[in-house]
């Protein structure tokens, strides 16, 4: 196989794979809604709560995680620059 079609095999593979990544539905979460934004966290989503009530975050329950934007960034893989997933966000609403 020459250099051009390993390249463009290559890219192709990449871009099916991040493109893969992006339609990946919402974590599922347990605990409080506390525990559950701190897991997401820890696992590298952003997270935006959406608070329904007055309570605090350690009392409030999970209603519900939705998936949000996905943040690309560059990576170089040798064979010029492609997106990759950098960051992925996901909202969480809680319920107080």
């Known amino acids: 196989m020459n250099r051009f079609a390993f390249a463009t095999v290559a890219a192709a593979v990449v871009l099916t794979t991040c493109a893969a990544g992006t339609a990946a539905a919402a974590p599922a979460v347990t605990g409080s809604a506390q525990d559950a934004m701190n ?29 949000g934007a996905t943040i690309l960034g560059p990576f170089d893989a040798g064979i010029g620059s492609v997106n990759r997933i950098d960051r992925q966000t996901v909202y969480l609403t809680a319920k107080c």
């Open 39 to 67: 897991a997401l966290e820890s696992n590298g989503y952003s997270v935006i709560v959406n608070k329904i009530g007055r309570g605090r975050l350690a009392e409030c329950t999970v209603d519900s995680v939705r998936p």
